[in-house]
C-alpha cells in the first residue's frame, strides 16, 4: 500500500522560506515522477510544480517560478518544496502527489497522479 505523508507547514509572515517534505512508501520511490499542488479557500486544485522520476528536471507554474524549488532526496524517499520569498497569495493547502507509473517526466495535470497525501496548510500572513 503506499502512503504519502507532507509535512513542515505552518505560519509565517510575507517574505519568509518555509521548506515542505513529502515521503511516500510503497513503491519504488526513485522510480517515480511527482508533483505538488495547492488549494486555496473557496478555490480549485492548482498545479505548483512537478520533477520527473530521476530528480533532475523539475517543471514550475508561472506563480512560483523563480521563488520555489522542487528537489527529490532517493536515500530518504522524500521530495521537498522549497519555498521562498513567501506571498499572501501562497497561502493554501499544500499537496504533494505521486505519478500513476514509474518514469515519467512528470506532469501539470492533477489526473496524471495517482497517489495523494493529505495536505499541509501554508498561511503568509502579518
Known amino acids: 500500500q503506499v502512503h504519502v505523508v507532507e509535512s513542515g507547514g505552518g505560519l509565517v509572515q510575507p517574505g519568509a522560506s518555509l521548506q515542505l517534505a513529502c515521503r511516500v512508501s510503497?513503491?519504488?520511490?526513485?522510480?517515480?515522477?511527482m508533483g505538488w499542488f495547492r488549494q486555496a479557500l473557496g478555490k480549485g486544485r492548482e498545479f505548483v510544480g512537478t520533477?520527473?522520476?530521476?530528480?533532475?528536471?523539475?517543471i514550475y507554474s508561472d506563480s512560483v517560478r523563480g521563488r520555489f524549488t522542487i528537489s527529490k532526496d532517493h536515500a530518504n524517499l522524500t521530495m521537498y518544496l522549497r519555498m521562498n520569498s513567501l506571498k499572501p497569495e501562497d497561502t493554501a493547502i499544500y499537496y504533494c502527489?505521486?505519478?500513476?507509473?514509474?518514469?515519467?517526466?512528470?506532469?501539470?495535470?492533477?489526473?496524471?497522479?495517482?497517489?495523494w497525501g493529505q495536505g499541509t496548510q501554508v498561511t503568509v500572513s502579518s
Open positions: 510503497g513503491l519504488t520511490f526513485s522510480n517515480y515522477a
Open positions: 520533477i520527473d522520476w530521476s530528480g533532475r528536471r523539475a
Open positions: 502527489a505521486v505519478d500513476r507509473s514509474p518514469s515519467g517526466a512528470g506532469n501539470i495535470r492533477s489526473g496524471t497522479y495517482g497517489y
